[in-house]
């Protein structure tokens, strides 16, 4: 080979060299683009859970029995409540009665996904929840790197943000020492077997909530007082409400069923299905997950006690 072959081989292979770099430095700023806008999208997600407070969520799974998940990150502590899935509830928003194991998919029906198992087993069974996860089975375990990497990007049927699955993932990867405890309903006083309206046997709520269930939920130190307001004719069950807001540690003072619709619209004339009037920042927050149908308002008066006053209006 002469020497100017030599040289326009190595001159081929410089430049080849170069073009592989080049479409290689492509890929690599392709993928940190791709990663930056997913991040990007996925943290401007609006987040309910700021990772300090108590989180709560319903999980849902085909032939499974309905979980509820409270997690406390200050304590270190994750209970699994189990539902068993021919309890009979009453659907959030008016849409009759059922055994909960099909809430998911009539959810699914109406438009509203799975906001309508949240919102049944917040009103329902008072049992307050402010996310939903489908499909995550209830033999996953705390701690498990290869379940927690399912859940942060493979559960796409969730109402969690990226930010919340990480920050849950990473808080549960980590922490070796999270105490983790089971309850079933149907081991207590809550739940009775009975006959139901279709001849076929399920659970019924009782009006005896075990104080362990409902201390898990509390979302105040101090005990705060609740006016109710209910419109006559709305979907709302007044005593469900009631239930709902003792579980989250309130203290109802007034619930009456009240006839005049003058204040039942916003300004623009638009209906809403409730309106939270909160006197405490922080308490508005709070409840605001559990409620996220409700329009809300903070107001200010000078009072002891924290006073929530719900309306539920008709849809």
Request: with cysteine; hydrophobic share 40%; charged share 25%.
């Amino acid at each position: 080979m002469t020497a100017r072959s030599r040289k326009i081989k190595k001159s081929l292979n410089f430049f080849s060299y170069f073009l592989n770099y080049q479409k290689f430095v492509y890929l690599l700023l392709f993928i940190f683009l791709f990663f930056f806008f997913f991040l990007f999208f996925s943290l401007s997600q609006e987040k309910l859970w700021d990772g300090k407070s108590k989180l709560s969520y319903v999980v849902y799974k085909e032939n499974e029995h309905i979980q509820v998940v409270v997690f406390d990150p200050y304590y270190k502590e994750l209970t699994n409540i189990v539902i068993p899935q021919d309890t009979f509830v009453n659907l959030a928003r008016g849409l009759g009665k059922t055994k909960i194991k099909n809430v998911y998919n009539i959810g699914i029906n109406e438009g509203l996904g799975g906001q309508l198992i949240s919102e049944t087993v917040t009103l329902s069974l008072a049992l307050p929840v402010y996310h939903y996860v489908y499909g995550r089975s209830l033999k996953f375990e705390i701690g498990s790197f290869i379940e927690n990497l399912k859940f942060v990007f493979f559960h796409l049927d969730s109402s969690f943000s990226f930010a919340e699955k990480v920050n849950f993932a990473l808080q549960t990867i980590f922490s070796k020492d999270i105490k983790q405890t089971t309850i079933n309903l149907d081991q207590t006083s809550f739940l009775r077997r009975a006959i139901l309206v279709d001849g076929s046997e399920g659970y019924i709520k009782t009006p005896f909530m075990p104080q362990l269930v409902q201390s898990l939920f509390n979302v105040s130190d101090e005990v705060f007082t609740v006016s109710i307001m209910n419109y006559v004719g709305s979907t709302v069950d007044l005593d469900e409400i009631k239930d709902t807001f003792a579980s989250l540690g309130g203290k109802v003072i007034l619930a009456k069923e009240i006839q005049d619709r003058k204040n039942a619209y916003l300004k623009d004339g638009r209906k809403i299905f409730c309106e939270l009037k909160v006197n405490d920042k922080q308490l508005a927050k709070e409840i605001k997950k559990y409620f996220q149908m409700c329009n809300l308002e903070v107001f200010d008066k000078e009072n002891k006690n924290l006073e929530i006053f719900f309306l539920s209006l008709e849809e």
